[in-house]
């Protein structure tokens, strides 16, 4: 069982940057893949970005490209992503989510806010 906590969500003025934090409760090995995802007022949860925990490659949704970048710190099993240039739009609850890329196993953290003022 893996258990996710978010952090670092918070309030900031549109273009303001934020980093937020998911620490896993296990070391993350070669055979997962973290991602964040994001769920607005009335929106379904959309993926935002992913990291594959071995070599690192990343994926991004369109929306964010260019201004959000997922990182891990494999020695702390703990991912980040950087968000800078906000948007009023990119106001959500974000959540981290691991996967094991072979048994498929999922696990999601509880959420941070983000909201992002024009």
């Known amino acids: 069982q893996v258990r996710l906590v978010e952090s670092g969500g918070g309030l900031v003025q549109a273009g303001g940057s934020l980093r937020l934090s998911c620490e896993a409760s296990v070391r993350l090995f070669g055979n997962y893949a973290a991602a964040w995802y994001r769920q607005a007022p009335g929106k379904e949860r959309e993926f935002v970005a992913r990291i594959i925990w071995s070599g690192g490659s990343t994926s991004y949704a369109d929306s964010v490209k260019g201004r959000f970048t997922i990182s891990r710190d494999n020695g702390e099993s703990t991912v980040y992503l950087q968000m800078n240039s906000l948007k009023p739009e990119d106001t959500a609850i974000y959540y981290c989510?691991?996967?094991?890329?072979?048994?498929?196993?999922?696990?999601w953290g509880q959420g941070t806010q983000v909201t992002v003022s024009s």
């Open positions: 989510n691991a996967v094991h890329m072979y048994s498929r196993a999922a696990y």
